[in-house]
């Protein structure tokens, strides 16, 4: 039996807000499509479909078919993977949300042997708390959770079944796989489903799921300081973001003084030096060098350590260019390349009443402080 696994990642995540949709966050030191892909290790091939790079670089070193772009709602995207696994005849189909990065081992086990006697099974759960419906604001009714479910992924399907229901489904909504074959009165199976199996809609979700997967944690303090002067004929970079300006920063790399001060903090809370450790100024490798790249470092030395950021804090120091426009960006860039949540990261800035050097607007600085939680 020819086993396939559709991963699910086109979603914008706009109930989790920012920029960097939800999947490719980090949980636990690795991408949430990351654990989401190695759950589905049971199956012969892996079909992701979503955007292709932040999807290539998230599950590089895992075998995986061609990412094929997602579309509108769930529904299509699940449409267009099935699509592009036809070729390869698969017997049967295992969908899964890249938003579901845990799945307790014995599941896929489970529901490969429902599809034993239904052409349909999925995980479930259940519903145990008492249910109400309710209109601005105010109950106006008790729903009988007797007999109600909560529905998972993986969902598993004969492939040929699931792929002609969906190509006749185009245009009428589902929000999940199962719904197809109920409306086509064929057979969907139960099995256990799990209170560990969390879908990421927001970012508790995502604190919950990491504290459950990494037990203990002990919350550690780092800080950064940077400063540059001001240098003509050069772009102003600060915080990963360009800023028109009429001169930039000088030094060996890109001078983003910003990013220099919180990888200086990260590497702080990690007691791993600084960023000249990491990156010499006298390698040439590093001249002009897109600081980026170092945050990203830093950022994967916390996952490598098994840690989290809990929050990195950012102030800006200097009399111009005014930062407060380009804040929202800023922090939109840094949450992107450290890989968290929008809410975990503050960008700010202060002048220093036109005094020293940032006052006379011959340069910038900048400080940083980060928190990092390490296993105790
Ligand atoms: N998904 C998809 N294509 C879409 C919409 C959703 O592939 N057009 C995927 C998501 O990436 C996610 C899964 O379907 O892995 C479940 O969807 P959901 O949790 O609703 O994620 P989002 O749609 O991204 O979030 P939101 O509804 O808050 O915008
Ligand atoms: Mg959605």
Same mark, same amino acid.
């Not at 061609?66 to 449409?79: F, H, K, L, N, W």
């Not at 970012?203 to 944690?217: F, S, V, Y």
């Not at 001078?255 to 001060?261: C, F, K, L, M, S």
């Given at each position: 039996?020819?086993?396939?696994?559709?991963?699910?990642?086109?979603?914008?995540?706009?109930?989790?807000?920012?920029?960097?949709?939800? &999947?490719?966050? +980090?949980?636990?030191?690795?991408?949430?499509?990351?654990?989401?892909?190695?759950?589905?290790?049971?199956?012969?091939?892996? &079909?992701?479909?979503?955007?292709?790079?932040?999807?290539?670089?998230? *599950?590089?070193?895992?075998?995986?078919?061609?990412?094929?772009?997602?579309? #509108?709602?769930?529904? /299509?995207?699940?449409?267009?993977? *099935?699509?592009?696994?036809?070729? !390869?005849?698969?017997?049967?189909?295992?969908?899964?949300?890249?938003?579901?990065?845990?799945?307790?081992?014995?599941?896929? #086990?489970?529901?490969?042997?429902?599809?034993?006697?239904?052409?349909?099974?999925?995980?479930?759960?259940?519903?145990?708390? +008492? @249910?109400?419906?309710?209109?601005?604001?105010?109950?106006?009714?008790?729903? /009988?959770?007797?007999?109600?479910?909560? #529905?998972?992924?993986?969902?598993?399907?004969?492939?040929?079944?699931?792929?002609?229901?969906?190509?006749?489904?185009?245009?009428?909504?589902?929000?999940?796989?199962?719904?197809?074959?109920?409306?086509?009165?064929?057979?969907?199976?139960?099995?256990?489903?799990?209170?560990?199996?969390?879908?990421? +809609?927001?970012?508790?979700?995502?604190?919950?799921?990491?504290?459950?997967?990494?037990?203990? @944690?002990?919350?550690?303090?780092?800080?950064?300081?940077?400063?540059? =002067?001001?240098?003509?004929?050069?772009?102003?970079?600060?915080?990963?973001?360009?800023?028109?300006?009429?001169?930039?920063?000088?030094? !060996?790399?890109?001078?983003?003084?910003?990013? !220099?001060? *919180?990888?200086?903090?990260?590497?702080?809370?990690?007691?791993?030096?600084?960023?000249?450790? !990491?990156?010499?100024?006298?390698?040439?490798?590093?001249?002009?060098?897109?600081?980026?790249?170092? *945050?990203?470092?830093?950022?994967?030395?916390?996952?490598?350590?098994?840690? $989290?950021?809990?929050?990195?804090? $950012?102030?800006?120091?200097?009399?111009?260019?005014?930062? =407060?426009?380009?804040?929202?960006?800023?922090?939109?860039?840094?949450?992107?390349?450290?890989?968290?949540?929008?809410?975990? $990261?503050?960008?700010?800035?202060?002048? +220093?009443?036109?005094?020293?050097?940032?006052?006379?607007?011959?340069?910038?600085?900048?400080?940083?402080?980060?928190? $990092? @939680?390490?296993?105790?």
């Amino acid at each position: 039996m020819r086993v396939a696994a559709l991963l699910v990642a086109a979603g914008s995540g706009r109930r989790f807000g920012g920029e960097t949709p939800k &999947q490719f966050l +980090t949980l636990a030191g690795r991408p949430v499509i990351r654990w989401a892909a190695e759950a589905l290790a049971p199956a012969d091939l892996l &079909q992701p479909v979503g955007p292709a790079e932040p999807i290539f670089s998230a *599950l590089a070193g895992l075998d995986h078919l061609p990412v094929v772009p997602g579309g #509108a709602e769930r529904q /299509d995207s699940v449409r267009l993977g *099935l699509e592009a696994l036809a070729p !390869h005849a698969p017997d049967v189909v295992l969908v899964h949300d890249a938003a579901r990065p845990v799945v307790p081992a014995g599941t896929i #086990a489970a529901l490969l042997r429902a599809l034993g006697d239904a052409p349909g099974a999925i995980p479930a759960l259940p519903v145990g708390d +008492t @249910l109400k419906r309710a209109e601005g604001g105010r109950i106006v009714g008790t729903v /009988d959770r007797a007999g109600l479910f909560r #529905a998972q992924t993986p969902q598993a399907f004969r492939f040929s079944l699931l792929l002609d229901l969906h190509r006749r489904a185009a245009g009428r909504a589902a929000t999940d796989d199962a719904m197809l074959l109920e409306a086509a009165g064929r057979a969907v199976r139960l099995v256990a489903g799990s209170e560990a199996n969390v879908k990421v +809609t927001t970012p508790e979700d995502l604190a919950r799921l990491e504290q459950a997967l990494l037990g203990p @944690l002990l919350p550690r303090v780092g800080t950064g300081f940077d400063v540059h =002067a001001f240098a003509p004929g050069r772009r102003l970079l600060l915080c990963g973001i360009e800023i028109p300006y009429d001169q930039g920063l000088a030094g !060996h790399s890109d001078a983003d003084v910003g990013i !220099h001060a *919180l990888c200086d903090a990260v590497y702080g809370a990690l007691a791993e030096g600084d960023i000249g450790r !990491h990156f010499p100024p006298s390698e040439a490798a590093w001249k002009d060098a897109d600081s980026a790249r170092f *945050l990203i470092h830093a950022a994967g030395r916390v996952a490598a350590r098994g840690g $989290v950021l809990a929050n990195v804090d $950012v102030t800006l120091i200097c009399e111009r260019p005014k930062i =407060a426009p380009y804040a929202p960006a800023m922090i939109a860039r840094l949450a992107g390349l450290l890989g968290v949540a929008e809410s975990r $990261v503050s960008v700010k800035a202060t002048t +220093t009443e036109r005094l020293g050097f940032a006052g006379r607007g011959e340069g910038i600085a900048a400080q940083a402080a980060v928190s $990092v @939680l390490l296993p105790a």
